[in-house]
């Protein structure tokens, strides 16, 4: 497990922004996909947005197409992840993860190293 560094989160107006920001601390090991699970209250942990580390293929869950957007800059070895036009079904924390084994998947079993997690509220 690598340990994974996340900044931003916090507090925002619905069709506000955030930046969230995650590199993998002291390693520059080769990682397959990066990128962010989420978890609402009372809810399971689900796959948000992930990026793959050699094509730069992305994927995102339905719910955020379209408004979130995640990038990384392999220079920085950070990944980030632009959320646009936040709405009250939104919240939750959201968690860095990052495969460095090549599973292959995007469950999150397929993940083997995890962030503490950042809490985004959107309230009015």
């Known amino acids: 497990q690598v340990q994974l560094v996340e900044s931003g989160g916090g507090l925002v107006q619905p069709g506000g922004s955030l930046r969230l920001s995650c590199a993998p601390a002291?390693?520059?090991?080769?990682?397959?996909?990066i990128g962010w699970f989420r978890q609402a209250p009372g809810k399971g942990r689900e796959p948000g947005s992930l990026i793959s580390s050699g094509d730069g293929n992305t994927f995102y869950t339905d719910s955020v197409k379209g408004r979130f957007t995640i990038s990384k800059d392999s220079a920085k070895n950070t990944v980030y992840l632009q959320m646009d036009n936040l709405k009250p079904e939104d919240p939750a924390v959201y968690y860095c993860v990052a495969d460095f084994l090549g599973t292959g998947g995007i469950g999150e079993a397929d993940f083997d190293s995890w962030g503490q997690g950042l809490p985004v509220t959107v309230t009015s």
């Open positions: 002291g390693t520059t090991a080769h990682y397959y996909f």
